[in-house]
């Protein structure tokens, strides 16, 4: 019943670290081109950014099978990408081009991948959880096995839906992971401010379901934690709990006064920023050079401008294709 | 199935506005039948259709402004069944009733206007309030002659003026342009004739009597009959001659302008038949509701400038004719007869023709034949 | 003097949390955030985390909360982050809030405020863009306010907390940084629709985002010699007829302007009474400019061509003259 976690992560091996360290930075630095382009005027409406918080999904990601579903918030490029959107594609959609992965009608908030069976981007905060437990619920019938990974912030659980998502899901065993990003932060309002109960753990064990823990920050921890939950799921039938305790080392969206938060909590949660955490243990363990790590932000570096590049000289929508993708053409069959 | 175009009702003749549908679908009309009232810059003008067949759909609906070959509805050929899927045009049900603003009808009520006659300035050709306004103030007889165009323009008869204006200075360009014209004057003694006319209308009313203007119509008529390249139109593949002397009268227009409609088969006519015809053809100019044949058929001109008082009028063709015949003032002048000067009756006629279809040698035997016509209207 | 929507708004606030104990403020962010669009921004400091209540992200809660404190006793003011979001709450304002003044026979009064942002124009996307006002407009039982002037956002506020029964006031989100003199008077009422400016040959209703646009397009016609009145709906239920029918009466011909869907909008809702009460004025069909029937993208190109602009607005109103 309890939360179990790990109390060290478990050594990992080199090749996977590596990919891990190259998908946090790949993560990290298109974004940081995002905000770059969002000064710039390039990238428009909301942008939420995942910077420090890449552990998460880059763990839990490399963590699932192929065929699994995933779910998620407005908080979304890292899991898009690392799910295989090309990032041309979600930098396309940032720039509101046709060949953006959401031919640009959803921007940052509303990455969509249907071949990956990526569900996408939602912004109404816990909008996703009912959702994945219904993806859930159709594949149990169809006797599919698959797991529905639902992301979501701390702030979500506060929403009915997630309750009301947590007790079907438990109620009828249906095979979802509930991956609850716990950034300590509902938008301004921290934990304290929005929980009765802040052992999240406890509070989704209410609805006698497995639940897990762990450090957010540690992307070792995370792919371990993920897995082993993952697993469960897939073989039990039966929805599981994952808190992946993380911070956001930027403001909501792209710019608040940070009123609700000290400058001093923000530093002291970057030194223990994932990134800089992996390459320096790997480093610490010969695993990594200095070179080798320069190497492989370059070639992130690459692929960040290439996809800026392709972005840029994509095409618009004509406004002749406005009301286009509201219904199914005419013919197509349910 | 046909189309029905709107015809070209006159060389200057661009563009109209349907006034009104005179059919429905599902109507039969037969040849000649007048079908639409269409609004030229001239006139209000009946057009005739000249196919007989089953209306099937209006495709224009009253108040559109419309280029000349415009298919303004689709017929079936006798006989003919309408397909079976109704076509996807404009819906016919909106000509069933003319479009009067619900503020315009009710004014319309309060001031007595008759609505329905309107030409609606509205969107869609609707009859506004302005127009109901406009109307009254004018007064009944002005009511119909409200000219198409914008909601805003102050003073709608000016523009119908300006209109007009535009379309002669069109035709008369086109014609000064590309017709090489020639001209020749003759003076005929009228004693004959005004002796004739004085008998004829002895004891008849002033309006019933006989005018010198029937017999130069009837004259003029006969005349081309022997000169037939006098008689036709000049168009892109050269002379057309035309057997029928449709001969065009020039009708000055109360608000400025003027229009030459044609008196059809006038050499086969009796002078008192054309004496009808002409008084009601004058009356239906004025009023502004010609059959679209009568503004396209005439095959010459037959201007008279008489009553205004001018020795002679040397006119300009009326593209596409090829002649024009000009009368000026009938009057008693010096005459020299069998070598001795009395005074005589003369008009003097006046022949513009077009080089390109006959020379002055013919156009001379022309006019000798116009006068010695004159010299028997008993004949005539 | 000159000031911003989001000040008026805020002094209105200010003003209602000084005059009544019983008057609070909550929602997701109105403490310590500052407020979504900093409307309460120093409120926490001032009033204290009693009366300036962050809520959890729990719409329908805290909603529901509100129609309950109301009916305590209180004069709760709910902020709900736009209209989007309101829709979790939808419940508690649709079944609750608006009905239990009849359902119980009229014993039980619920004088509680709620505020929403609403509106496009900024690249939100499909979830943050919409404008369900109309949605609002169809419960009786409740009064829905549109402030589209920074004299309606100071002074709309006040008559609104005075009202025993529920009122729900949309602040289009564009609006904030909106910038203008605050009339000396600017006290008003919730009742009536406002002519923004007088003309002769045609009325344009518009509200909250769309009204500025009908403003534009009306300066942009008088250059052309087109005199166009705008009126300015204000209050979006109960609808004031009378001053709809009236400025119909003057001028015969209507436009109506509304950035929620055309079909089913208030659009439609006014065009329907302006045929119902003065159809025999009408000196031409009734014209609607409204968004396009699509989610709204987030392409900006697309964006604007899916909401109302000043450009559609100037069209609607020379079909509506055919000039």
């Given at each position: 019943m309890s939360a179990k976690r790990k109390s060290a992560a478990p050594s990992l091996d080199k090749a996977l670290a590596l990919r891990l360290l190259k998908d946090m930075l790949r993560i990290r630095r298109m974004e940081e081109k995002c905000a770059e382009l969002y000064g710039e005027g390039e990238i428009r409406g909301f942008l939420h950014l995942y910077i420090g918080e890449e552990a998460c999904a880059t763990g839990a990601v490399h963590a699932l099978d192929a065929e699994d579903n995933v779910v998620a918030t407005y908080r979304e490029h890292g899991h898009a990408l690392l799910r295989g959107v090309p990032m041309k594609a979600i930098m396309a959609e940032m720039f509101g081009k046709v060949s953006g992965c959401s031919r640009g009608r959803g921007g940052s908030m509303h990455l969509f991948d249907a071949t990956r069976r990526f569900y996408g981007g939602n912004a109404i905060v816990a909008g996703g959880l009912p959702l994945a437990a219904g993806l859930a619920l159709a594949d149990k019938m169809q006797g599919i096995k698959r797991v529905s990974v639902c992301f979501f912030g701390e702030g979500a659980?506060?929403?009915?839906?997630?309750?009301?998502?947590?007790?079907?899901?438990?109620?009828?065993?249906?095979?979802?992971?509930?991956?609850?990003?716990?950034?300590?932060?509902?938008?301004?309002?921290?934990?304290?401010?929005?929980?009765?109960?802040?052992?999240?753990?406890?509070?989704?064990?209410?609805?006698?379901?497995?639940?897990?823990?762990?450090?957010?920050?540690?992307?070792?921890?995370?792919?371990?934690?993920?897995?082993?939950?993952?697993?469960?799921?897939?073989?039990?039938?039966?929805?599981?709990?994952?808190?992946?305790?993380?911070?956001?080392?930027?403001?909501?969206?792209?710019?608040?006064?940070?009123?609700?938060?000290?400058?001093?909590?923000?530093?002291?949660?970057?030194?223990?920023?994932?990134?800089?955490?992996?390459?320096?243990?790997?480093?610490?363990?010969?695993?990594?050079?200095?070179?080798?790590?320069?190497?492989?932000?370059?070639?992130?570096?690459?692929?960040?401008?290439?996809?800026?590049?392709?972005?840029?000289?994509?095409?618009?929508?004509?406004?002749?294709?406005?009301?286009?993708?509201?219904?199914?053409?005419?013919?197509?069959?349910? | 199935m046909f189309e029905f175009k709107l015809p070209s009702l006159g060389a200057d003749m661009e563009e109209g506005k349907l006034l009104e549908w005179l059919v429905r679908p599902g109507d039969s009309v037969g040849k000649g039948q007048v079908v639409a009232v269409v609004d030229t810059s001239k006139a209000a003008v009946d057009v005739e259709i000249w196919h007989k067949g089953t209306v099937h759909a209006l495709l224009v609906r009253p108040g559109e402004r419309i280029p000349v070959g415009t298919v303004l509805a689709t017929l079936l050929e006798p006989g003919e069944m309408a397909p079976a899927a109704p076509q996807a045009q404009k819906p016919a049900a909106s000509t069933a009733r003319k479009r009067i603003s619900p503020a315009a009808r009710r004014r319309a009520e309060a001031l007595g206007v008759d609505s329905v006659a309107l030409i609606g300035t509205g969107a869609d050709g609707a009859v506004t309030l302005a127009d109901v306004e406009r109307a009254a103030a004018a007064g009944p007889a002005a009511a119909p002659a409200v000219p198409a165009g914008q909601a805003r323009r102050p003073v709608p008869a000016a523009d119908r003026q300006a209109e007009t204006r535009r379309a002669i200075g069109a035709a008369m360009s086109r014609s000064k342009r590309e017709i090489p014209h020639y001209y020749l004057l003759e003076t005929i003694p009228l004693a004959h004739a005004q002796q004739w006319l004085a008998e004829v209308n002895k004891g008849r009313p002033i309006a019933a009597r006989m005018l010198l203007a029937v017999l130069q119509i009837k004259a003029v008529a006969r005349a081309v009959k022997k000169y037939p390249e006098m008689n036709g139109y000049f168009r892109d593949d050269g002379f057309e001659p035309v057997d029928a002397a449709h001969v065009g009268v020039a009708i000055s227009l109360r608000q400025g302008g003027l229009i030459a409609p044609a008196v059809h088969?006038?050499?086969?006519?009796?002078?008192?038949?054309?004496?009808?015809?002409?008084?009601?053809?004058?009356?239906?100019?004025?009023?502004?509701?010609?059959?679209?044949?009568?503004?396209?058929?005439?095959?010459?001109?037959?201007?008279?400038?008489?009553?205004?008082?001018?020795?002679?009028?040397?006119?300009?063709?009326?593209?596409?004719?090829?002649?024009?015949?000009?009368?000026?003032?009938?009057?008693?002048?010096p005459w020299v007869e069998d070598g001795e000067l009395c005074v005589m009756p003369t008009v003097t006629a006046s022949l513009a023709a077009d080089h390109r279809v006959s020379d002055g040698h013919r156009g001379a035997l022309f006019l000798a034949e116009l006068r010695e016509l004159l010299q028997q209207p008993q004949d005539l | 003097m000159k000031m911003s929507y989001r000040e008026a708004m805020r002094a209105a606030l200010h003003e209602a949390l000084e005059r009544d104990p019983r008057v609070f403020l909550m929602g997701e962010d109105v403490g310590r955030y500052g407020g979504t669009y900093a409307v309460s921004r120093g409120f926490l400091e001032e009033f204290g985390p009693e009366r300036i209540r962050d809520t959890p992200l729990s719409e329908l809660g805290f909603v529901g909360a509100g129609v309950g404190a109301a009916l305590g006793g209180m004069r709760p003011i709910v902020e709900v982050m736009t209209v989007n979001f309101s829709l979790l709450a939808l419940d508690q304002i649709v079944n609750s809030a608006a009905l239990l003044r009849h359902m119980s026979g009229g014993q039980l009064s619920v004088p509680l405020v709620v505020r929403m942002a609403t509106g496009a124009g900024r690249q939100l996307a499909a979830q943050h863009s919409h404008s369900l006002e109309n949605w609002y407009a169809h419960i009786p039982g409740i009064r829905v306010l549109a402030p589209a002037t920074i004299g309606d956002a100071r002074g709309m506020l006040r008559p609104a907390l005075a009202d025993p029964d529920p009122v729900v006031i949309f602040e289009h989100a564009q609006l904030y940084n909106l910038e203008a003199e605050l009339p000396d008077d600017w006290r008003c009422d919730i009742a009536r629709a406002a002519i923004r400016r007088a003309g002769a040959q045609v009325s344009v209703f518009a509200w909250a985002g769309c009204l500025s646009k009908a403003l534009q397009a009306a300066d942009e016609l008088a250059a052309e010699g087109v005199d166009v009145e705008v009126v300015d709906l204000r209050v979006l239920r109960p609808l004031d007829a009378e001053t709809i029918a009236a400025s119909v009466r003057k001028t015969h011909r209507a436009v109506v302007v509304d950035e929620c869907w055309k079909s089913g909008s208030l659009a439609a809702e006014v065009v329907a009474r302006i045929v119902e009460d003065c159809f025999y004025e009408l000196d031409a069909p009734v014209a609607r400019v409204c968004s396009e029937e699509v989610p709204i993208p987030y392409a900006r190109h697309l964006e604007e061509a899916a909401l109302p602009q000043v450009s559609k607005i100037v069209a609607a109103v020379r079909s509506v003259l055919n000039v």
């Open positions: 659980m506060a929403e009915g839906a997630f309750h009301e998502a947590m007790n079907l899901a438990a109620l009828w065993q249906l095979p979802v992971l509930f991956c609850c990003e716990n950034n300590l932060y509902a938008m301004g309002t921290a934990l304290a401010r929005s929980e009765s109960q802040v052992d999240l753990c406890v509070k989704a064990a209410s609805y006698d379901m497995a639940t897990f823990r762990a450090d957010g920050m540690d992307v070792g921890e995370v792919f371990a934690a993920t897995a082993k939950a993952a697993q469960q799921v897939r073989d039990g039938g039966a929805p599981v709990f994952l808190e992946l305790q993380t911070y956001r080392f930027r403001a909501h969206s792209m710019f608040d006064p940070e009123l609700y938060r000290d400058k001093a909590e923000v530093e002291k949660w970057k030194e223990r920023g994932p990134i800089h955490s992996l390459s320096a243990r790997l480093k610490a363990a010969r695993q990594l050079t200095e070179k080798q790590f320069l190497a492989l932000d370059a070639e992130v570096g690459v692929e960040v401008d290439e996809a800026v590049a392709f972005a840029a000289a994509a095409d618009r929508e004509p406004v002749s294709a406005l009301l286009e993708d509201v219904y199914s053409p005419p013919g197509a069959g349910a | 088969d006038a050499e086969r006519k009796p002078l008192e038949q054309l004496m009808r015809e002409l008084a009601d053809l004058v009356k239906r100019t004025r009023a502004g509701s010609l059959r679209s044949s009568e503004l396209t058929d005439a095959t010459i001109t037959l201007t008279n400038l008489g009553e205004q008082g001018v020795e002679a009028v040397v006119g300009v063709i009326h593209p596409p004719q090829v002649a024009l015949v000009g009368f000026g003032l009938a009057a008693p002048r | -």
